[in-house]
């Protein structure tokens, strides 16, 4: 195109009634220009003047819009000689390899008899090496790049068309997701639904107490204050930190001071965060089986291997067997109130793996899940505050107790590792969120938090007996519940070998959510069939109905029922 | 301690004006008396009717103290003989090695003379094997557990004492961070300050419209939204996919539907799923050198190797060896403002490094970094726009634009991938924050965040001009400015070879943080020396004194310009 045929074409595409701004037209129309090589690299642009005049539009635009392609690389602008169209087309690259040195490869014959194996390419940033050395290449070479040094010697880079791409050329796999991403998605065992009967481990949030937490939170903002609105400082707030320290020693026994406290945004990173502080890749971690899904994932993706432990009534059990492997780095347990069954560590269960992490030099992992909500005892004491080797990392979350959204949690770490969780938690993660740090830790200073768990633990206390009467009245002692006197959930056992994974999709189908205990084994053949029922979202009246669809789900699968 | 003692021990302890429950001084004590073994293991304790009567409180109190040791396992009850202290006591354990099976394992001779590679035991669980087997032990065999399997072979695992540990125990490493952990903390790059002079990568954040935000906040608090307090759908709120897809498209050419869009928490997270979703430990990653500190951080603990990769004025630039190396799975870029350095990658480069990713099937994560923020020309395309071959991961975030401390960003996975990265999302990080979310979808529907970014341009236009004016005052052009005419920092560079560390830590000593640019560097011998300037967060009229002292430190660390 001539700068007069450019004129022309751009007038006819220009809709000077379409509202849209003429210069962003003009860009547009420019670009497209470039693009489909009706203006071909090389090629002189009219001078902004001319253009302007010929468009009739204002010189100033054109200018603009020129500048603008410049900028983006579309066009090069040489003082007193003009704007001309860059050359952007790619290089035709087929893949890449290292041919020698140039002191080896001297002659077109010998370049020739190596391109067998050769790859490509430079982009048009590369030098070509000597031209007495590239003079009558064979033709499948197109194009050569080199890493010369002192002009005595060096790389070579041959390239060479597609028609000669040789089986020795680094040829890619088709673009997918890795092995890990593969794995982590066929494994993933979140739910589409995240509340309605009976979905588990989900809290009854409609009970939050709204109207305190907004007035604590206006109060924040009502003084706009710039240090609760930046990135956090390793660790969190050290409001939220002193205020959960004091809280965690007196109702968790937990031994820390507000430095050991490390603010997270739940349980997933938690362990991510000590995880990949305190293992590599390959390192063997001991999970307990069943163990909760998401906290697997997170292992998996971060390169441990999981030795699944069984569990009894007394919780975490390794066998003999387990005992005499290598140790692992890390142990993964839930004292309080083993997920999903629900049953508390015994205390002798408790000191054997103190004993054994101390002697072995393994890192646990307490979850204390779901330790506040106990209906018949207290909460028992941490694991972490029986410890005296300084060996636990305490994890818990606000995510049950207040509401999940929150995305709360905590991590005590032990006392002489506590700068370095705290240095990596902003590193890796760069939090912020002070302002609801802020916010929450007034919240339980002004004993708010305590007295809502207070609330909730009547209410989902009544919710669980409910749960327990239907089941009851439907199949007296057939189907026995599990999971202690505390948590959000209880299990309810299905017959040996029966396909809990059938039953949850029949209630699925009747649009009751209920998780097959089954899923949460590693091991196949100690896999327990049985149902997790959540009770904590579904309000009371609902319970029965919900109750009942569920058990006509059970019975049309296990017919021995109906 | 006799029944009748403890009764006396405890009425000695019990503090009854002390306002402490009973209850819980009872529990506390008792537990004492077993951990200090004053009550032993085996010890039978009095009935609760017996106890009660001798400490003169009602029985009721003594019962559910007693449940609650049994579910903590310190006593067991045995229904008509009583309740008895329970042995807690850990086992003596030394390491662990499995020797052989029962089969050839028969007499204590045999037993004895493979003591010496053995470890140990077992828990007070194991059941014994064949007590013809152990009888005659040799003495350092201390306990024995066996995986016995129909009485004909299996396992059996010795004991052995402290004394016998021999060095084919494994004997392992002393407690600490693992390797990665380390590397993470010695290459940490996160600063302990989070705003005034001169920190880089601080917005500033006291200009934001509070007033707005707490409106549309408390309007979603006012009536109670159970659906925003829960968990988050993988991806986000799908309000806000939807108006973030929108804003895309029409400001940064980025070609999605809102099913392409996930929500995160921002580039850390952004990067951490691609990674994590599209490479396996051990893969190679081109990073651009210099870049992101933090990000540098996130690719190691993620098993990445990077390969720094050297850019110029015109963007990341490969070398001939680069492009001869076997290709990598991954290539980091920040196409429309280099981080730190501030250049734009030219169209011509777009396009080879789009065309290599296609050739060899690499993905391409495309950092928007401070896109909104040009105060000469309009933003540039991004090359997720440019792509045809749906290689490139485009992520952004609102960490500069809104506040640092809201920890929103993005994510634009490739449209086959959408599902699965929305899934990976929720099953790795389990987010939440739906209700601010919302928020942020009003925000910008209503036109307030491009009202915003308008107004914080002209303000960071205006700083930035201020501290290159302060530099031009002071060095003339000894010290040039780099950095584009976009983002919110400077790089001011310094004479080559001059220690940049230096002088930033002679600046600090006056209260102004500057970052080195050595630092962003990978490859020492590529490094250049020069300070990052942050002007965002400096209040205008303290941009000429900060910048005073910032010349003193450079005057004294590098007296050639004194």
Chains 1, 2 share one sequence.
Request: glycine residues 10%.
């Amino acid at each position: 195109m001539r700068a007069s045929v450019l004129s022309d074409w751009l007038a006819q595409r220009l809709e000077r009634g379409s509202g849209q701004p003429v210069y962003r037209q003009l860009h547009r129309l420019l670009q497209q220009a470039i693009h489909s090589r009706e203006l071909p690299a090389g090629a002189k642009v009219p001078s902004s003047r001319l253009l302007a005049a010929e468009l009739g539009i204002a010189r100033n635009t054109v200018t603009q819009v020129y500048e603008q392609l410049v900028l983006e690389g579309y066009v090069t602008s040489a003082t007193g000689r003009g704007t001309f169209v860059a050359d952007t087309s790619p290089d035709e690259i087929v893949g890449a390899a290292e041919i020698g040195s140039i002191e080896s490869v001297k002659t077109p014959r010998q370049l020739g008899s190596i391109t067998g194996q050769s790859g490509l390419i430079a982009t048009n940033s590369q030098t070509l090496p000597n031209a007495d050395v590239l003079a009558g290449l064979p033709p499948p070479v197109a194009a050569v790049g080199a890493d010369l040094r002192d002009g005595e010697g060096g790389s070579l880079i041959l390239g060479v068309s597609q028609s000669l791409q040789s089986p020795q050329l680094h040829r890619p796999a088709a673009r997918a997701l890795s092995a890990r991403g593969a794995r982590l998605i066929a494994g993933a065992g979140v739910s589409k639904r995240q509340g309605g009967a009976f979905m588990p481990g989900v809290p009854d949030v409609s009970r939050f107490p709204a109207r305190i937490w907004t007035r604590l939170h206006n109060k924040y903002w009502r003084t706009l204050r710039p240090d609760l609105l930046t990135y956090a400082p390793g660790g969190g707030l050290a409001l939220l930190r002193h205020v959960l320290a004091d809280y965690l020693r007196t109702s968790r026994s937990v031994r820390c001071t507000p430095e050991q406290i490390i603010i997270t945004t739940g349980i997933h990173q938690s362990v991510d965060l000590a995880v990949r502080l305190l293992s590599d890749p390959g390192d063997t971690i001991w999970t307990e089986d069943p163990c909760y899904w998401g906290v697997r994932s997170v292992l998996h993706v971060s390169g441990l291997k999981p030795r699944p432990i069984a569990v009894d009534s007394e919780g975490i059990n390794p066998s003999a067997a387990d005992f005499a492997a290598p140790p692992p780095k890390l142990i993964l347990v839930t004292p309080s109130h083993q997920y999903p069954l629900g049953m508390v560590m015994s205390l002798a269960r408790r000191r054997t793996l103190l004993e054994y992490a101390r002697q072995n030099q393994c890192w646990i992992i307490e979850d204390d899940y779901d330790s506040e909500f106990r209906y018949g005892s207290r909460p028992l004491a941490s694991l972490q505050g029986l410890d005296t080797a300084g060996q636990v990392i305490y994890v818990g979350s606000f995510g049950k107790t207040l509401f999940p959204g929150l995305r709360v949690g905590y991590l005590v770490a032990p006392e002489p590792l506590a700068e370095s969780f705290a240095t990596a938690s902003a590193e890796l993660y760069r939090e912020g969120q002070l302002l609801q740090q802020a916010v929450l830790a007034e919240f339980i200073a002004e004993g708010h938090f305590t007295s809502h768990i207070r609330k909730m633990r009547a209410l989902y206390g009544q919710r669980r007996q409910a749960v327990l009467d239907a089941a009851a009245r439907r199949y007296g002692e057939a189907l026995p519940a599990m999971g202690g006197d505390a948590g959000l959930h209880v299990v309810m056992q299905l017959p040996e070998g029966s396909d809990d994974r059938a039953v949850a999709e029949a209630a699925l189908a009747r649009n009751i959510v209920v998780r097959p205990l089954s899923g949460y084994y590693s091991e196949r053949e100690r896999a327990g069939s049985g149902l997790l029922i959540g009770y904590a979202c579904v309000p009371d009246e609902e319970i029965g109905p919900a109750f009942d669809m569920l058990g006509e789900a059970i019975d049309v699968t296990l017919p021995a029922f109906g």
